[in-house]
């Protein structure tokens, strides 16, 4: 699912004559924890210990099966059955056993407690879905995927939205909401209602104001951010071409050069 944002009411229209680099969202947040390419292997790592990836996996597929049911359905169904589908293994993942069980004790409480209270006689209308908007100020496309977002009653405002983390980090915090926040002004012309932000395993949550936060501040974020990813993404190219020229040469040094 996902499109081109605002594509369901703008009609049919043709195809943009210049395309421009996309900027993901969940690129920057791979970034901003840490992550990088493994060196040589051309294969992507993280910082992130691996328990914690499975855990977000995990929520997410949980949240996406929960909120694909509707209301009356929800009600009816325990999201703890549909997080223990989803949970990962014991296994070498996590650094201990009881590790594994406090995680999955918070993490399980703090969903049910969330679910009990969350948007009960509403649908979601975006259900982990990805959207892009055309920036051609900045040069670039951004794409964004949203865990959950629903209409807003207030008038002049677009969305409410929601997001989890399995624990918070106050870079991908600020880069969310300056993403959300240009995402909304350019797809539906208008703020936010407010942005939601949930650390499960702290149970701590970070409400915004849709409207807190002047577009200008965010335009000159995220283009902070696409002069930075494509910095990265040159030096990780140039690695590769560095390495992969290493190994040209040591095969023909080897007498197994092709010419």
Known sequence: MGGAAGSRTAGRREAPAEQYSRLNDFRVEHIMLGGAEA???GKPSTGLPRWRQQVQYAVG??????????????????????????WPPKGIAFPSLMHYWEVKTAITDELMRRASINHLQEIPV????????????LDIELAMIFQLAWNSAVPGRCLSIQKFMVSSNDEVITGFLHMANVFCHRAYGMPAEKVEIYSLLDGRQHIFDGAG???????????????????????????????RRSEQEELVQRGYGLM
Do not use: C
């Open 39 to 41: 060196a040589g292997s």
């Open 61 to 86: 597929h949980t949240l996406n099966d929960f909120y694909s049911l509707q209301p009356e359905v929800r009600r009816e169904t325990p999201i703890q059955f549909l997080l223990e589908r989803r």
């Open 126 to 137: 975006l259900l982990y879905e990805q959207w892009h908007v055309p920036l051609p100020e």
């Open 213 to 243: 936060i002047p577009l200008r501040e965010s335009l000159d974020y995220v283009r902070l951010l696409s002069v930075f990813l494509k910095q990265e993404e040159s030096a990780a190219r140039m690695l590769k071409y560095g390495e």
